[in-house]
Antibody, heavy 119, light 106 residues
Framework: EVQLVESGGGLVQPGGSLRLSCAAS????????MTWVRQAPGKGLEWVSV???????YYADSVKGRFTISRDSSKNTLYLEMNSLRVEDTAVYYC?????????????WGQGTLVTVSS | AIRMTQSPSSLSASIGDRVTITCRAS??????LAWYQQKPGKAPKLLIY???TLQSGVPSRFSGSGSGTDFTLTINCLQSEDFATYYC?????????FGPGTKVDV
């Protein structure tokens, strides 16, 4: 059974850094598009970043230059390195798998990890 | 960026009702549109992709239609487990964008 389990969220001060992890099972992270989506408290869904199977990456303008998506094939894990965090980055962060044959169709999601940016 | 709108933003319905949610894109998407269901405190769940293709395991009372800029999600014979928020998502171009959501409640 495909599973995605996020970790690494928590409370951080503005300007701080955090690294989120997303451990995958029953499929290989490096052969799928993998995506991060976030949801601010009480708000809708916002796409953050994607990494292709070939390694190309794309980012939302709101996080470009501050966030970095990456993966470790040996650990079958996706990461999101977040620097220069802002209050408006506060959200639940979900990792999601891109459907095979349709990479930006998100067919499996993790349970989410909460990031709170506050002083 | 492609802007997605949904209507209504919320609706009240009863068990057995037919519910229709509309999603509109600011530019043409062909059929590069997906629908997700989200329940409180849970991750979104993929319902439909390519505007009208039902994801495996999703009940057949859910259906999608449309192409270009106008799309519809229909739930026939609403069940108790269908009370949730529904989002459309375009995957025609980056940045990927979601609609603001439609909350379906009693």
């Amino acid at each position: 059974e495909v599973q995605l389990v996020e970790s690494g969220g928590g409370l951080v001060q503005p300007g701080g850094s955090l690294r989120l992890s997303c451990a995958a099972s029953a499929f290989t992270v490096s052969t799928n598009y993998m995506t991060w989506v976030r949801q601010a408290p009480g708000k809708g869904l916002e796409w953050v970043s994607v990494i292709y199977s070939g390694g190309s990456t794309y980012y939302a303008d709101s996080v470009k230059g501050r966030f970095t998506i990456s993966r470790d094939s040996s650990k079958n894990t996706l990461y999101l390195e977040m620097n220069s965090l802002r209050v408006e980055d506060t959200a639940v962060y979900y990792c999601a798998r891109g459907r095979i044959g349709g990479g930006n169709i998100l067919d499996y999601w993790g349970q989410g990890t909460l990031v709170t940016v506050s002083s | 960026a492609i802007r997605m709108t949904q209507s209504p933003s919320s609706l009240s319905a009863s068990i057995g009702d037919r519910v229709t949610i509309t999603c509109r894109a600011s530019q043409g998407l062909s059929s590069y549109l997906a629908w997700y269901q989200q329940k409180p405190g849970k991750a979104p769940k993929l319902l439909i992709y390519a505007a009208s293709t039902l994801q495996s395991g999703v009940p057949s009372r859910f259906s999608g239609s449309g192409s270009g800029t106008d799309f519809t999600l229909t739930i026939n014979c609403l069940q108790s487990e269908d009370f949730a928020t529904y989002y459309c998502q375009q995957y025609y171009s980056y940045p990927l964008t979601f609609g603001p959501g439609t909350k379906v409640d009693v």
